[in-house]
DNA sequence: TATTGTTATACTCTATAACTATA
DNA sequence: TATAGTTATAGAGTATAACAATA
């Protein structure tokens, strides 16, 4: 059977971003196996190498997940020796940090991710790659609002 | 506690993607909550309404779920008396189709959406969004390549 | 009282594998 | 043999609710 996405769709921002984001997952997870790890589980590595410190309440925000799923990142990436809980600025939280291991993983995890997005950049033309980049970082950057209005 | 992307993050596209689409994916849950469905679930009843009696197994191939995935979404969107299984080509497939319930409904969904990427737009300068959406659909159509090569 | 981490439990979404009825 | 649908089962990922230790 043929399948046509109907003019409605491609209009639909929402919709146009889900399935960009599903073809280019579906790649970041593919390029990321080797090293046993999914685009998210990379993401909360990048955020504890950028916030060495950081307690685990706050990683769980930052990747909106609440503190239960953070526990539960931040337990896979221990077991996998990439991030370590230190003690933390009173008894109660822990301070993440990435391991030396860690470092040297995550490191060549973005190099992979880097090699990908030059691949990608190709198939765009010139200057179109870092367009994207610009017009998503400012979308986010407005959406706290729309979650408010959609929330009235 | 303050936290911080990294300068690393804010070039990743895969990353940019996947934070822009959190916000932009919890703003349209919550828009199509009184309907009762999910971003996805409307993707369904999209491709649905626009490929009248197409097969399940079809329809999971373009939302990227497997023939038993697609079935559940069908059960649901059935249940709810959005979408119905008329005999198909042949006795072992069915053919789906919006119910007429189901398209008023449908109309209404996309409504609510297309007011929020207005509010969305708004917040773009002008052009920006129809930029966003060209970008959006180019890298989808290169996308097939990637996986290929990330495959290899 | 509030916060951090933790645990137990449940729900959603998806996948795999096996079965059935057609083709 | 292959295909469409179905079913049972299992695995992620996440949420809620309750508890302990600490603030």
Known sequence: MSFEEGPEMATLLGYQMQMAILALGDSARIALAPFGITPARLAA?????????????????ALSVNRSSAMKIVNLLAD??????????????????LTE???ARVRAMVDTL??????????LDPGEFDTLLALLAKLRRGAPR???????
């Open 45 to 61: 590595l990048l955020l504890v190498r950028d916030n060495p410190g950081c307690d685990q309440t706050t990683l769980g925000r």
């Open 80 to 97: 996998q020796g990439l991030v370590e809980r230190r003690p933390g600025r009173d008894l109660r939280s822990h301070a993440l940090h």
């Open 146 to 152: 729309w979650l408010e209005e959609a929330a009235e």
């Open 101 to 103: 291991h860690g470092t």
């Open 114 to 123: 880097r090699a990908r997005d030059r691949r990608i950049a190709a198939a």
